[in-house]
C-alpha cells in the first residue's frame, strides 16, 4: 500500500510562486505515474499535470501550462509541483496521486491534499 503526503501549501499573494511536494512511502516509487489534482470549492476535481514513470514525460492541463512545472526525484521518492505566476482561480486543494501504469486513466493511491490560496 502506497502513502501519498503532500507538502508546500499556503497563501500567496496573485503573481506570487509555491512549490508543493509529495512524499510516497511503501511502494516502488520509480514504477508510478505521479498526478497532481486539484479541486476548488464548489467544483469537481480536476487535472493538473502528470509525470510518467518513463523518461519522465510531463503533461499539463491547459489552464497551468507554461506556468507550473512537475518534476520527480526517484531518490527521494518525491513528487514536485512547482507553480509559478499564480492566480486566484488557482485557489484549491491540491492532490497528489500515484497510477500502477503510465495509461492508466485511474489513479491507485491519493494523498489528502494540501490547501492552496491565492489572493488578489
Known amino acids: 500500500q502506497v502513502q501519498l503526503v503532500e ?6 499573494q496573485a503573481g506570487g510562486s509555491l512549490r508543493l511536494s509529495c512524499a510516497a512511502s511503501g511502494g ?15 467544483k469537481e476535481r480536476e487535472f493538473v499535470a502528470h ?6 514525460m510531463t503533461y499539463y492541463a491547459d489552464s497551468v501550462k507554461g506556468r507550473f512545472t512537475i518534476s520527480r ?3 527521494k ?7 509559478n505566476s499564480l492566480k486566484p482561480e488557482d485557489t484549491a486543494v491540491y492532490y497528489c496521486a500515484a497510477a500502477n ?10 494523498g489528502q491534499g494540501t490547501q ?3 489572493s488578489s
Open 73 to 75: 526525484d526517484n531518490a
Open 7 to 12: 507538502l508546500g501549501g499556503g497563501l500567496v
Open 77 to 83: 521518492n518525491t513528487v514536485y509541483l512547482q507553480m
Open 101 to 110: 501504469s503510465d495509461y492508466a486513466v485511474e489513479y491507485n493511491y491519493w
Open 116 to 118: 492552496v490560496t491565492v
Open 51 to 56: 509525470i510518467r514513470r518513463s523518461r519522465s
Open 28 to 42: 516502488t516509487f520509480s514504477s508510478y505515474k505521479m498526478g497532481w489534482f486539484r479541486q476548488a470549492p464548489g
